[in-house]
């Protein structure tokens, strides 16, 4: 393109040429633009046009580049009209034709001659009329254009200078336009748009928009070589100066040799034990790591995580050598009682011992503070020979604590479960997850989600800690985990794992404890020897009773470690290393203080609508009082006592049932209209709800009604129904030991709770007469009190004369009354 012709030449009406498809290209009059051309039919056509004396030949655009031989349908309507300059045939059989573009010319799809049987199409060509005069605006976008395109070919250096100043030259729109386009590097389907605006003045418009377009385009690539060409430079000056560090290095035989550092990695490598997968990454890392400059901060963090994958044990496991009954041994040296949690835990070892493969287990201890789940999963480490990691997730709320971070963050660091794998450096250590109740979660994700595929046997052999970016496996790691209560975590969360509660230790359990495992642990850590101190066993359960309230042994070991440092300050202050001191019940108050807490006990004497019921708390039973009073009035019935809304109703349904039995009874029908029934159950600071005081309150409100006393000697538990029968509770143990604390001797159970009497002490069962019950009738013939035996309520079905003689006179029926 290094002339144009700029000579106005005669367009005829219409004209029939050869044709010849364009790929991708798009001819524009006034241009001389050389092509190659490969197909047949277009080499026939330029043949056909060069035999002719004008030379002429139709050239347009395909709309389908791909196509071989397009149809009417596959070519655009306008071409250009084109002269043949010059033909050069080339050895692979193409030719390369010099093309001069002459005008505008559109063809009716209806008059393309495109027989099969013809070599080359043919095509009736019309000329497009163009408005070219310039105007007084086309003149001012002239000269707009013209200066861009000045500015384009300073940038632009393919574009000859001759070139730049023939375009320049030309005076009105349309040439100018056209001459323009074809050094513009534009799609043919924006050119080919560009051919087919008629309108002059608009063409020069777009095509002046599309130059400054270019402009922009060729500065910003103007500006990113330089950029590039400055960062090789400084890349390959930096590379210069560093191979001469190294040969510095070498001569001077220093050890920080970068590539020294590389090859230790690799003879690392070479020795690791470790999955292909795990292998490949840290070679290609390594790889990179010769390639990266010691001073860039990307080496640090590659070397890094090359360190990271050489230092985790993948395939490091550590022997453990099973016995039974040595682990029994540790299990009973450790913690007293627990043995559901001792015994899943040898009946795994057992089978691990028979089957070598098998999936680390997944135990969850749930139960209250204090009562030894943590100490437990260090225990079973000991026991299993396994190494003892312990993560707190108390509190945690962001996922990466799990799963770590991904290694585009500055200072990313694998998941706490990665990091403690390395610490330990076997890969089958026992994990323990502590608190795993206690975590949150917040916009950085949460934690117990990436916990379900540690703690899946299904998934964990493939956990994927974000930092390291590939499959670890956990799955012969034995997890633990601890929590204080179910509620908090997640269902799925808890169906991976096999629950074990632990309930808080019963009275005699404590005092054991105290015995042989806090005294001799506190007496050692402070200094004394065993015939210091001599701590009774009435002192022990007077430390239980009146100084600690809690389900476990902390607060009293922090009682026993008082009583130690008093003693030890007695010894050093008399200067007697050999004086024995004695604590029991007497002098204790000496050592602690006044009493902290007080327990419930039985009632001095029986009494109207006061009877004693037993409770659960998460720190052991308690006896529970519920006391009853009887005011006239219209009906009221309160119930105080902070308690909660199952209890409220276990309220609500006693009091039905004695209205429905109220005939029974001897009461009036309506005997609930006169009478306002005041129940509360003392302690009132202290909440307490569940259903199983049900017959407690019924037999409280039936005494206060009848006006016999309830026995002082017998406690009861049980939930009611409308109809009188009585329920199972929960709590049982505890609930018997504190009968057995209070000094009670009889008690009522359901009697679908005598199969947990199996969990209970033989020394709490001998010192109770437990009867169980099916009914409230039952209830109220042993509960009260009756002075002659023979009477009708204490030994036959008949109540009513017992109670007719018992009633108060406001509250009896008439004496010819009948009772359905």
Same mark, same amino acid.
């Given at each position: 393109?290094?002339?144009?012709?700029?000579?106005?030449?005669?367009?005829?009406?219409?004209?029939?040429?050869?044709?010849?498809?364009?790929?991708?290209?798009?001819?524009?009059?006034?241009?001389?633009?050389?092509?190659?051309?490969?197909?047949?039919?277009?080499?026939?056509?330029?043949?056909?046009?060069?035999?002719?004396?004008?030379?002429?030949?139709?050239?347009? %655009?395909?709309? @389908?580049?791909?196509?071989?031989?397009?149809? /009417? !349908?596959?070519? *655009?309507?306008?071409? +250009? #009209?084109?002269? &043949?300059?010059?033909?050069?045939?080339?050895?692979?059989?193409?030719?390369?034709?010099?093309?001069?573009?002459?005008?505008? %010319?559109?063809? @009716?799809?209806?008059?393309?001659?495109?027989? /099969? !049987?013809?070599? *080359?199409?043919?095509? +009736? #060509?019309?000329? &497009?009329?163009?408005?070219?005069?310039?105007?007084?605006?086309?003149?001012?976008?002239?000269?707009?254009?013209?200066?861009?395109?000045?500015?384009?070919?300073?940038?632009?250096?393919?574009?000859?200078?001759?070139?730049?100043?023939?375009?320049?030259?030309?005076?009105?729109?349309?040439?100018?336009?056209?001459?323009?386009?074809?050094?513009?590097?534009?799609?043919?389907?924006?050119?080919?748009?560009?051919?087919?605006?008629?309108?002059?003045?608009?063409?020069?418009?777009?095509?002046?928009?599309?130059?400054?377009?270019?402009?922009?385009?060729?500065?910003?690539?103007?500006?990113?070589?330089?950029?590039?060409?400055?960062?090789?430079?400084?890349?390959?000056?930096?590379?210069?100066?560093?191979?001469?560090?190294?040969?510095?290095?070498?001569?001077?035989?220093?050890?920080?040799?970068?590539?020294?550092?590389?090859?230790?990695?690799?003879?690392?490598?070479?020795?690791?034990?470790?999955?292909?997968?795990?292998?490949?990454?840290?070679?290609?890392?390594?790889?990179?790591?010769?390639?990266?400059?010691?001073?860039?901060?990307?080496?640090?963090?590659?070397?890094?995580?090359?360190?990271?994958?050489?230092?985790?044990?993948?395939?490091?496991?550590?022997?453990?050598?099973?016995?039974?009954?040595?682990?029994?041994?540790?299990?009973?040296?450790?913690?007293?009682?627990?043995?559901?949690?001792?015994?899943?835990?040898?009946?795994?070892?057992?089978?691990?011992?028979?089957?070598?493969?098998?999936?680390?287990?997944?135990?969850?201890?749930?139960?209250?503070?204090?009562?030894?789940?943590?100490?437990?999963?260090?225990?079973?480490?000991?026991?299993?020979?396994?190494?003892?990691?312990?993560?707190?997730?108390?509190?945690?709320?962001?996922?990466?604590?799990?799963?770590?971070?991904?290694?585009?963050?500055?200072?990313?660091?694998?998941?706490?479960?990665?990091?403690?794998?390395?610490?330990?450096?076997?890969?089958?250590?026992?994990?323990?997850?502590?608190?795993?109740?206690?975590?949150?979660?917040?916009?950085?994700?949460?934690?117990?989600?990436?916990?379900?595929?540690?703690?899946?046997?299904?998934?964990?052999?493939?956990?994927?800690?974000?930092?390291?970016?590939?499959?670890?496996?956990?799955?012969?790691?034995?997890?633990?985990?601890?929590?204080?209560?179910?509620?908090?975590?997640?269902?799925?969360?808890?169906?991976?794992?096999?629950?074990?509660?632990?309930?808080?230790?019963?009275?005699?359990?404590?005092?054991?404890?105290?015995?042989?495992?806090?005294?001799?642990?506190?007496?050692?850590?402070?200094?004394?020897?065993?015939?210091?101190?001599?701590?009774?066993?009435?002192?022990?359960?007077?430390?239980?009773?009146?100084?600690?309230?809690?389900?476990?042994?902390?607060?009293?070991?922090?009682?026993?470690?008082?009583?130690?440092?008093?003693?030890?300050?007695?010894?050093?202050?008399?200067?007697?290393?050999?004086?024995?001191?004695?604590?029991?019940?007497?002098?204790?108050?000496?050592?602690?203080?006044?009493?902290?807490?007080?327990?419930?006990?039985?009632?001095?004497?029986?009494?109207?609508?006061?009877?004693?019921?037993?409770?659960?708390?998460?720190?052991?039973?308690?006896?529970?009082?519920?006391?009853?009073?009887?005011?006239?009035?219209?009906?009221?019935?309160?119930?105080?006592?902070?308690?909660?809304?199952?209890?409220?109703?276990?309220?609500?349904?006693?009091?039905?049932?004695?209205?429905?039995?109220?005939?029974?009874?001897?009461?009036?029908?309506?005997?609930?209209?006169?009478?306002?029934?005041?129940?509360?159950?003392?302690?009132?600071?202290?909440?307490?709800?569940?259903?199983?005081?049900?017959?407690?309150?019924?037999?409280?409100?039936?005494?206060?009604?009848?006006?016999?006393?309830?026995?002082?000697?017998?406690?009861?538990?049980?939930?009611?129904?409308?109809?009188?029968?009585?329920?199972?509770?929960?709590?049982?143990?505890?609930?018997?030991?504190?009968?057995?604390?209070?000094?009670?001797?009889?008690?009522?159970?359901?009697?679908?709770?005598?199969?947990?009497?199996?969990?209970?002490?033989?020394?709490?069962?001998?010192?109770?007469?437990?009867?169980?019950?099916?009914?409230?009738?039952?209830?109220?013939?042993?509960?009260?009190?009756?002075?002659?035996?023979?009477?009708?309520?204490?030994?036959?079905?008949?109540?009513?004369?017992?109670?007719?003689?018992?009633?108060?006179?406001?509250?009896?029926?008439?004496?010819?009354?009948?009772?359905?």
């Amino acid at each position: 393109m290094s002339t144009f012709d700029l000579v106005d030449r005669s367009q005829p009406e219409e004209i029939r040429l050869p044709m010849m498809s364009l790929r991708e290209v798009v001819m524009f009059p006034r241009s001389i633009v050389p092509l190659f051309v490969g197909r047949e039919a277009s080499i026939k056509a330029i043949e056909s046009s060069l035999a002719a004396h004008d030379k002429k030949i139709f050239l347009v %655009a395909q709309r @389908e580049p791909e196509v071989e031989r397009p149809g /009417p !349908e596959g070519l *655009f309507v306008m071409g +250009t #009209v084109s002269k &043949v300059l010059q033909l050069l045939r080339l050895p692979d059989g193409t030719i390369k034709v010099l093309f001069e573009g002459l005008y505008r %010319a559109v063809h @009716e799809e209806s008059d393309l001659d495109d027989d /099969p !049987e013809r070599e *080359f199409p043919l095509v +009736t #060509v019309r000329p &497009v009329d163009e408005d070219d005069l310039p105007s007084a605006d086309s003149r001012a976008l002239i000269r707009a254009t013209q200066e861009a395109l000045e500015e384009y070919g300073k940038i632009n250096k393919k574009i000859a200078p001759e070139t730049l100043l023939a375009v320049s030259s030309l005076n009105t729109p349309g040439k100018l336009a056209d001459a323009i386009m074809p050094h513009l590097k534009v799609d043919y389907l924006k050119k080919q748009e560009i051919l087919e605006i008629t309108d002059c003045y608009r063409r020069l418009e777009e095509v002046y928009g599309l130059l400054q377009g270019e402009i922009e385009i060729s500065s910003l690539e103007k500006k990113i070589k330089n950029r590039v060409k400055h960062q090789m430079e400084r890349n390959q000056r930096e590379y210069y100066l560093n191979e001469q560090l190294k040969a510095i290095n070498k001569e001077m035989g220093r050890e920080d040799d970068p590539a020294a550092e590389v090859d230790d990695l690799e003879r690392r490598l070479e020795e690791k034990v470790m999955p292909d997968e795990a292998r490949e990454k840290a070679q290609r890392e390594m790889k990179k790591l010769r390639q990266i400059p010691p001073s860039s901060a990307e080496y640090t963090v590659v070397r890094n995580y090359v360190d990271w994958i050489l230092d985790l044990p993948w395939n490091v496991y550590k022997e453990i050598d099973i016995d039974i009954e040595k682990a029994h041994e540790i299990l009973d040296q450790d913690h007293y009682g627990l043995e559901k949690p001792k015994e899943r835990i040898l009946e795994y070892l057992a089978v691990q011992k028979l089957v070598s493969t098998i999936k680390g287990p997944i135990l969850c201890l749930v139960g209250p503070p204090g009562v030894g789940k943590t100490s437990l999963a260090r225990s079973v480490a000991r026991a299993t020979g396994r190494e003892f990691v312990r993560l707190s997730l108390g509190g945690v709320r962001d996922e990466a604590e799990i799963r770590g971070h991904r290694r585009t963050y500055v200072g990313a660091l694998p998941g706490k479960i990665i990091q403690s794998l390395k610490r330990v450096e076997f890969n089958n250590p026992l994990f323990c997850l502590d608190e795993i109740d206690k975590m949150s979660m917040d916009f950085r994700g949460d934690p117990s989600s990436a916990l379900l595929e540690v703690l899946d046997p299904e998934q964990n052999n493939t956990f994927n800690d974000h930092y390291l970016d590939m499959d670890y496996d956990l799955s012969k790691v034995f997890f633990i985990t601890t929590a204080n209560s179910l509620h908090t975590i997640p269902l799925p969360l808890q169906d991976r794992m096999e629950i074990i509660k632990l309930p808080g230790y019963l009275e005699t359990e404590k005092e054991k404890i105290a015995r042989n495992f806090l005294l001799p642990k506190k007496t050692g850590e402070h200094g004394l020897k065993p015939e210091n101190m001599t701590l009774t066993d009435d002192g022990v359960l007077e430390i239980i009773r009146s100084y600690t309230r809690e389900a476990g042994v902390r607060n009293l070991e922090r009682e026993i470690a008082t009583i130690c440092r008093k003693v030890a300050r007695r010894i050093v202050e008399e200067d007697d290393l050999d004086m024995t001191v004695t604590v029991d019940a007497d002098n204790l108050p000496e050592f602690l203080g006044i009493k902290k807490h007080r327990h419930g006990e039985k009632e001095e004497r029986p009494q109207v609508g006061v009877t004693t019921g037993l409770a659960w708390t998460e720190m052991g039973g308690e006896l529970l009082v519920v006391e009853t009073v009887l005011m006239p009035g219209t009906g009221k019935v309160e119930i105080t006592g902070k308690l909660g809304e199952v209890m409220q109703e276990s309220a609500k349904a006693a009091l039905s049932y004695v209205r429905s039995r109220s005939g029974l009874f001897g009461l009036k029908p309506d005997f609930h209209k006169d009478v306002d029934v005041h129940v509360h159950v003392p302690e009132g600071a202290t909440p307490k709800d569940g259903p199983s005081a049900g017959i407690t309150l019924t037999t409280a409100i039936v005494s206060a009604l009848l006006g016999v006393p309830v026995r002082d000697d017998l406690a009861m538990t049980g939930e009611i129904t409308l109809r009188g029968r009585v329920l199972p509770i929960g709590g049982l143990r505890e609930k018997l030991l504190a009968a057995h604390r209070g000094l009670i001797t009889k008690v009522l159970i359901p009697k679908e709770n005598l199969k947990d009497l199996e969990d209970v002490p033989k020394e709490i069962l001998d010192s109770l007469e437990i009867t169980p019950v099916e009914h409230m009738d039952e209830v109220l013939r042993k509960a009260l009190a009756c002075d002659d035996p023979d009477r009708v309520f204490c030994g036959r079905d008949d109540y009513e004369p017992l109670f007719q003689s018992l009633l108060k006179d406001e509250y009896k029926v008439e004496a010819n009354h009948t009772h359905q």
